[in-house]
């Protein structure tokens, strides 16, 4: 590794820099999904496609952690991943079963949802991670974790979702709990990124890591929105 980047203290100008050029992707996937006209029969295919991103998010941060544990007596930087991510594991823990908890209320059991294998593009967006953390550095998970929280679901989009799909609150409790949780979480994020002394390496993986996961999540929620609508009748009503 090189020296810290002489501009360490704007490392997350930088990444948000870097999101901001990617960003409209999701954007311009986001609104494809809104507004499809079998939005009602899309959402539970959405809420699954998350469960399979969330679900894995536990393991990888204690992957990376792990990591960083054996790097941490000579890599001030991991040393410090180790802190933030351990408090972050238990914050993220069983948010993969408020999913579940929001299918269930939409009338499909978790038995159909566990069986169920995750997309290709899910796959390698969580594979990437596991590759950046473990055979380049743990600091990369830092892209994957800016994109995931540091753009929390915005309120008007749920309350779009909401009425456009008919379905129960209870439907809508995890999303709506991001919105409220990962304004602090993202904040969090950006001021460690800004704090650590990365080297130009790191912060330039960083902010690869978080432009690519940009590009997967957007190709995950176009193929929900491609996905054969299933029949209205499965679904629970208000």
Known sequence: MTAPSAASSRNAERLRGALGLVFGELVRAGSRFVDDPQIRERYPE????CHTVIRASVPLMEAARANARELAPGDPVAAELVDYLTEHIEEERD???????????IGVPRSEVLPRPPSPTVAAAVGAQYYWSLHFHPSAILGWIALLEGYAPAPAMIDRLAERTGYPPEAFRTLRLHAELDVAHGDELFALVDRLALSEEQASVIGVNAMTSV????????????????????????
């Not at 959405?46 to 496609?49: P, R, S």
């Open 95 to 105: 948010h993969d079963e408020w999913l579940l908890r929001d299918l269930e209320a």
């Open 215 to 238: 590009h997967y999540l957007a190709r995950a929620l176009d193929e929900v929105t491609a996905t054969p609508a299933a029949a209205p009748s499965r679904r629970s009503d208000r």
């Open 46 to 49: 959405y809420l699954v496609m």
